[in-house]
């Protein structure tokens, strides 16, 4: 079975789009199925299968580990991402740029200061993350 978009759990984890997730992958899933459907035996099956899976990992694998990134980062520390986004001129002409579609989450998280900055928040406390709500006192 070949599963694409939401049913593949494909989406973008900091913007949470996944219009062009499920479009991309349906794409590479309906040419698949075309080869899949043209196989001879199970192991041309499995090669084709296989070949769409490395096909989604080689093309949204890479943006979902960038959002993940910056999801991550943007849990541990959002007022650092705020200002980043907002107060940096380079990091907001990749928002503006991502906005505006002509970059992804993954060209905004490889340029030379976030990713420089990704590296150094990991080090930093946790801060403004929601925390667990301790449960109310029994009335
Ligand atoms: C409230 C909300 C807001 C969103 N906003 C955005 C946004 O602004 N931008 C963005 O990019 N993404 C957004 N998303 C995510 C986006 O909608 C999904 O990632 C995208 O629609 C996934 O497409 P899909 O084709 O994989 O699944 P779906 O769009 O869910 O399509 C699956 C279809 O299969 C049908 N189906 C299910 N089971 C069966 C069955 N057994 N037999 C026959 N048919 C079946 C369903 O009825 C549905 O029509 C939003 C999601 C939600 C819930």
Redesign the pocket.
């Known amino acids: 079975m070949l599963v694409?978009?939401?049913?593949?759990a494909?989406?973008?984890h900091w913007?949470?789009?996944?219009?062009?997730?499920?479009?991309r992958?349906?794409d590479l899933a309906g040419h698949a199925a075309a080869r899949l459907a043209a196989t001879a035996d199970d192991a041309e099956a499995h090669t084709a299968a296989d070949h769409y899976e490395q096909q989604v990992d080689d093309v949204l694998g890479v943006e979902m580990t960038a959002s993940g990134t910056l999801m991550n980062l943007f849990t541990r520390n959002p007022g650092l991402v705020h200002t980043a986004l907002t107060r940096l001129p380079p990091a907001w002409r990749r928002l503006d740029a991502y906005i505006a579609g002509r970059t992804s989450v993954a060209g905004i998280m490889t340029t030379p200061l976030v990713r420089t900055a990704a590296a150094l928040a990991t080090r930093l406390p946790l801060r403004g993350a929601r925390r667990p709500q301790s449960a109310p006192p029994h009335s």
């Open positions: 694409a978009g939401d049913a593949a494909l989406l973008d913007s949470r789009e996944g219009i062009s997730y499920a479009l992958s349906g």
